[in-house]
């Protein structure tokens, strides 16, 4: 079992900076593969960037390419979202998830574990 608590969320301004991070339980965090999906209101929550166990594989999607960065941290059991240049469009709830495979996935279903979420609001 593994348990994710998201922290760093809250109001921006557009243009600012966020850094989201993403603690993990367990003793194996190492192994497993870290992504970061968010959920607008009202619309169907979305991948946005992904990272393999080994921090050495990254993935995001086309609209926060070059804005967002995912990292991580296997000695301190965390995983992070850098978010520069943040738009009104990026308000949502983020939420960070854990991938058995250890690979960087980007579908919902190929992620075990999820995090509760932590607020993003974007204000224009």
């Known amino acids: 079992q593994v348990s994710l608590v998201e922290f760093g969320g809250g109001l921006v301004q557009a243009g600012g900076s966020l850094r989201l991070s993403c603690a993990a339980s367990?003793?194996?965090?190492?192994?497993?593969?870290m992504g970061w999906f968010r959920q607008a209101r009202g619309k169907e929550r979305e991948f946005v960037a992904g990272?393999?166990?080994?921090?050495?594989?990254?993935y995001y999607r086309d609209s926060v390419k070059g804005r967002f960065t995912i990292s991580r941290d296997n000695a301190k059991n965390t995983v992070y979202l850098q978010m520069n240049s943040l738009k009104p469009e990026d308000t949502a709830v983020y939420y960070c998830?854990?991938?058995?495979?250890?690979?960087?996935?980007?579908?919902?279903?190929?992620?075990?574990?999820w995090g509760q979420g932590t607020q993003v609001t974007v204000s224009s």
């Open positions: 998830a854990a991938a058995l495979t250890g690979q960087t996935m980007v579908l919902e279903v190929q992620y075990d574990y």
């Open positions: 367990g003793r194996t965090f190492s192994r497993y593969g």
């Open positions: 990272v393999n166990w080994s921090g050495g594989n990254a």
